[in-house]
């Protein structure tokens, strides 16, 4: 993964509407599915989609009118940040295609003041900074706060300047952006993190 010093961040444009065409495959051994019958499949991504760094994504909460537009990115993990049980039939989808739930239960709160744990925060980071589980997606319920605080840490980790991380966390957060979130990042010690495995390649 690539440092960024105060440079404005990579423009990964949000993805607000259906596609027709598979996003480039980030494992070179998997490929999207080939039509059945001759039929065009319309790949959907779920809310909030958008490429984090080579092999990561982030999103909201993906439905079952995503789940092929998911298998065209080859993931080998997925990191859950809510607590709620994930929904058996996104269980089966994960199953069904080889796919390794993370999860890392986050609280959701309109609170100002509520209190972030650092400790989850830091155990997500490892796992999404671990080259053996790219490609993997980040999501929580809408791929606002909790996966803004989880992206801003790992934008921290990768030396981007603070304006960088919020300017990327507010384009997600829009409206609803909080302050107490972008303290969170400002203030997380990543001195901790460890450097893991190459994520160059999904051998």
Not at 43 to 57: A, E, Q, T
Not at 80 to 86: R, T, V
Not at 112 to 137: K, T
Not at 149 to 172: A, H, M, T
């Amino acid at each position: 993964m690539s440092n960024h010093n105060c440079r404005l961040p990579m423009c990964f444009e949000t993805v607000r509407t259906p596609l027709t065409s598979a996003v480039a495959d980030m494992s070179p051994e998997k490929s999207p599915a080939d039509p059945v019958n001759g039929e065009v499949h319309q790949f959907v991504p779920p809310l909030n989609f958008s490429m984090v760094d080579y092999g990561i994504f982030r999103s909201g909460f993906p439905d079952t009118p995503n789940f092929p537009f998911l298998k065209t990115l080859g993931l080998r993990s997925i990191i859950y940040l809510c607590p709620e049980p994930y929904p058996a039939v996104n269980i089966e989808f994960l199953n069904a295609n080889g796919i390794r739930l993370f999860q890392f239960g986050l609280e959701g709160s309109k609170e100002p003041f509520v209190n972030i744990p650092d400790a989850i925060i830091h155990r997500a980071l490892e796992a999404v900074l671990d080259g053996r589980n790219h490609p993997l997606l980040i999501h929580c319920k809408r791929g606002k706060h909790r996966t803004g605080c989880l992206v801003g840490c790992l934008r921290k980790w990768q030396n981007w300047c603070l304006s960088s991380i919020f300017d990327e966390y507010v384009r997600f957060a829009a409206d609803k952006a909080r302050v107490s979130d972008q303290r969170f990042v400002e203030l997380f010690d990543i001195s901790s993190i460890k450097q893991l495995p190459s994520t160059d390649s999904y051998s």
